[in-house]
T-cell receptor, first 112, second 114 residues
Framework: GESVGLHLPTLSVQEGDNSIINCAYSNSASDYFIWYKQESGKGPQFIIDIRSNMDKRQGQRVTVLLNKTVKHLSLQIAATQPGDSAVYFCAEINFGNEKLTFGTGTRLTIIP | NAGVTQTPKFQVLKTGQSMTLQCAQDMNHNSMYWYRQDPGMGLRLIYYSASEGTTDKGEVPNGYNVSRLNKREFSLRLESAAPSQTSVYFC?????????????FGSGTRLTVV
């Protein structure tokens, strides 16, 4: 079946540097992608989304890039801060089945 | 504050016991969901409700039942708990399955079955 996976399970980044978290998806029919941030002991929080007809979307300190040719999604966090330490999940949805499918997550650790 | 509220936050059950996890949202969202999260894995959908009065199975429904009591509330029941159901359970809601796909999650229920 369809799956959403992540290249790296852990990522350590120096405070102030930029970080890039990658995600591969297998369902070429996915219409919409979301990045979530999950801090310890909390539920996932929406960060940024992108529709399949776009290839880039920017938010505050975050940018999502979508490459449909290779079915790859990335989350770029600029000037990382200690508060960025968390597990990041990508998720995809096909408007036909209307349910989010989550990847396994990448743990981002910010080194002071 | 507006959002998704789950109770209880923690629970320990003995094998074979039953319990109901409660979830309520105050955002007037149509759709609600129950996920479980196990170590090293992403969230897996147990059941969902696209609208009041409807429920459907997700990826891992076995051993669970749900009730969409009204638009606000969506409960998850374990009739006979098993150690394999030890997990963190998250409830979520979304505005509509047709337009806005941003899910809002509760803070989770950590369940241990011994």
């Amino acid at each position: 079946g369809e799956s959403v996976g992540l290249h790296l399970p852990t990522l350590s980044v120096q405070e102030g540097d930029n970080s890039i978290i990658n995600c591969a998806y297998s369902n070429s029919a996915s219409d919409y992608f979301i990045w979530y941030k999950q801090e310890s002991g909390k539920g996932p929080q929406f960060i940024i989304d992108i529709r399949s007809n776009m290839d880039k979307r920017q938010g505050q300190r975050v940018t999502v890039l979508l490459n449909k040719t290779v079915k790859h999604l990335s989350l770029q966090i600029a000037a990382t801060q200690p508060g960025d330490s968390a597990v990041y999940f990508c998720a995809e949805i096909n408007f036909g089945n209307e349910k989010l499918t989550f990847g396994t997550g990448t743990r981002l650790t910010i080194i002071p | 504050n507006a959002g998704v509220t789950q109770t209880p936050k923690f629970q320990v059950l003995k094998t074979g016991q039953s319990m109901t996890l409660q979830c309520a949202q105050d955002m007037n969202h149509n759709s609600m969901y129950w996920y479980r999260q196990d170590p090293g894995m992403g969230l897996r959908l147990i059941y969902y409700s696209a609208s009041e009065g409807t429920t459907d199975k997700g990826e891992v429904p076995n051993g669970y039942n749900v009730s969409r009591l009204n638009k606000r509330e969506f409960s998850l029941r374990l009739e006979s708990a098993a150690p394999s159901q030890t997990s963190v359970y998250f409830c979520a809601s979304s505005e509509s399955t047709a337009t806005n796909y941003g899910y809002t999650f509760g803070s989770g229920t950590r369940l241990t079955v011994v």
